[in-house]
């Protein structure tokens, strides 16, 4: 089974290479790797090119931000299966694809997902909090639960069936395609329980009040949208189920 991982980059040159070598250490030897550069004015491209050999597709173009980004390398993916790390994130071990293929070969699975920690962007080995998931159902959504998204793999055909990343909805575009998954068209998604991600701490939607404030309100569009019962609500619960990664 062959899976594909999609990296986006833009102006990442200080954490490229560690993402890059955590992909490149799998034992899993069928793996697509597709890397798509948004013409970072940085040494992303170079370093990138470093590895090209080892990558399935190299494009370094102008794109319309992160999530478009995706949608390309998503129509580019050969894999039965698709998952994305961030460019300043990494595999937790060298047998992570391996795990998510295993969980793959039942054939009534259509989505993986498992534990992620938030680490300091410098000191990696300190863990700020922990993400740590369970065996969910589409009702949990309801209640404000949601998978990692940076640990969520899905049947590539599913891309064709349900449509990619909509680039209306800001940094909550993961968000929405996780309720519009898993909660409108309630595929079978399987818990795996292990450490799969180490995610540096920061990201977009947390770069200050502002961005914070407008990935709430594209939060509540997404939920709207997807025909989330009480979504006011749904964000509160959000909310407070964070607090337990901090203990």
Same mark, same amino acid.
């Given at each position: 089974?062959?899976? /594909?991982?999609?990296?986006?980059v833009?102006?990442?040159?200080?954490?490229?290479?560690?993402?890059?070598?955590?992909? =490149?250490?799998?034992?899993?030897?069928?793996?697509e790797y597709i890397l798509?550069?948004?013409?970072?004015?940085d040494s992303?491209?170079?370093?990138?090119?470093?590895y090209e050999?080892?990558l399935?597709?190299?494009?370094?173009e102008?794109?319309?931000g992160?999530?478009?980004?995706?949608?390309?390398?998503?129509?580019l993916? /050969?894999?039965?299966? %698709?998952? %994305? =790390?961030?460019?300043?994130?990494? =595999?937790?071990?060298d047998d992570? %694809?391996?795990?998510v293929?295993k969980?793959?070969?039942?054939?009534n699975? @259509?989505?993986?997902?498992?534990?992620?920690?938030?680490?300091?962007?410098?000191? /990696?080995h300190?863990?700020?909090?922990? !993400?740590?998931?369970?065996?969910?159902?589409?009702?949990?959504?309801?209640?404000g !639960?949601?998978?990692?998204?940076? /640990?969520l793999?899905?049947?590539s055909?599913?891309f064709e069936?349900f449509?990619?990343?909509?680039?209306?909805?800001?940094?909550a575009?993961?968000?929405?395609?996780?309720?519009?998954?898993?909660?409108r068209h309630?595929i079978?998604a399987t818990?795996l329980?292990?450490l799969m991600v180490?995610m540096?701490s920061?990201?977009?939607?947390?770069?200050? !009040?502002k961005?914070?404030?407008?990935?709430?309100?594209?939060?509540?569009? @997404?939920?709207?949208?997807?025909?989330?019962?009480f979504?006011?609500?749904v964000?509160l619960?959000?909310?407070?189920?964070?607090?337990?990664?901090?203990f």
């Amino acid at each position: 089974m062959k899976v /594909t991982i999609i990296t986006v980059v833009y102006n990442a040159e200080k954490y490229l290479k560690d993402c890059i070598e955590s992909v =490149l250490r799998q034992k899993y030897d069928d793996i697509e790797y597709i890397l798509i550069d948004g013409q970072s004015s940085d040494s992303s491209f170079q370093i990138a090119k470093q590895y090209e050999q080892q990558l399935a597709v190299l494009i370094s173009e102008p794109d319309a931000g992160m999530y478009d980004a995706l949608n390309k390398g998503i129509s580019l993916a /050969t894999g039965e299966v %698709i998952g %994305i =790390l961030n460019a300043d994130d990494m =595999l937790s071990a060298d047998d992570v %694809i391996g795990d998510v293929a295993k969980a793959f070969m039942d054939s009534n699975v @259509a989505a993986v997902y498992g534990d992620l920690n938030y680490i300091d962007p410098e000191h /990696t080995h300190k863990i700020q909090r922990k !993400w740590r998931s369970k065996q969910a159902s589409y009702k949990d959504l309801a209640r404000g !639960w949601m998978p990692a998204h940076p /640990t969520l793999y899905i049947r590539s055909s599913l891309f064709e069936k349900f449509g990619g990343y909509q680039l209306d909805y800001g940094s909550a575009a993961d968000y929405e395609l996780m309720l519009r998954y898993l909660y409108r068209h309630k595929i079978a998604a399987t818990y795996l329980p292990r450490l799969m991600v180490n995610m540096r701490s920061g990201g977009m939607s947390n770069q200050s !009040w502002k961005h914070r404030y407008q990935a709430l309100l594209n939060d509540f569009k @997404a939920l709207q949208n997807n025909k989330v019962h009480f979504p006011a609500f749904v964000l509160l619960f959000k909310k407070l189920r964070k607090i337990k990664q901090f203990f």
